[in-house]
């Protein structure tokens, strides 16, 4: 089941389906475009030298949505696009398959490209979608859903009563699936360090 938000040229969607290149590429096709890039990103089979298992995705969704229907439309305007389309996986994403997928159609394709890249990049650092990782033998470990940001392993509620203490002036949100977060302190980007929970 998916939900979604279809407006101006513009589609975003949450789903725990498989994903689907070709109907992804249908949302934005036109006689006005001259390129469609399409980008898929995929679960590998490891990470920092570990054998990864498989991810599971959660969300804040009506928030995730508003925030990646903010990036297409930013993107779609600054590129000149005739179409952009995003569309996230949540849930279990085995090995190989995708998690992400975005195509952008524009009247020529060096628009195209750089519009593509520029909403990945946009969606990793701001989307509220968060990731855990299941490495063969060990435990999971949620992390941002960011390039690089390593998730940190708290066991125990001391430890996050402790860093919530530290951190009195600032709300927080506990997920039943998912992560706590702080809120982002001077210097940091994107969601800020993701603490697991028990």
Not at 43 to 55: M, Q, W, Y
Not at 61 to 84: D, F, Y
Not at 103 to 111: D, G, I, K, L
Not at 118 to 141: D, P, Q, R
Request: with cysteine; glycine share 8%.
């Amino acid at each position: 089941m998916s939900r979604e938000i279809d407006e101006k040229n513009c589609y975003v969607a949450l789903t725990n389906d498989h994903l689907n290149a070709q109907s992804v590429m249908d949302k934005v096709r036109s006689p006005k475009a001259g390129a469609i890039v399409l980008f898929a990103g995929t679960t590998r089979d490891n990470f920092a030298g570990k054998p990864v298992k498989e991810l599971q995705y959660t969300s804040y969704e009506p928030r995730a949505l508003q925030t990646m229907l903010t990036i297409c439309k930013t993107v779609k305007e600054k590129h000149s696009l005739t179409g952009i389309a995003m569309i996230h996986r949540l849930g279990v994403v085995p090995i190989a398959e995708e998690s992400i997928l975005i195509a952008v159609s524009s009247p020529h394709r060096q628009e195209a490209w750089r519009a593509g890249e520029e909403a990945l990049e946009e969606c990793k650092e701001k989307v509220e979608v968060w990731k855990k990782e299941e490495f063969s033998g060990e435990e999971g470990v949620w992390r941002a859903n960011r390039d690089g940001a390593v998730g940190v392993r708290i066991d125990g509620g001391k430890e996050i009563e402790k860093e919530l203490e530290n951190d009195s002036e600032n709300e927080h949100t506990t997920q039943p699936h998912g992560p706590v977060l702080r809120p982002v302190r001077p210097g940091e980007r994107g969601h800020g360090p993701v603490i697991s929970h028990r």
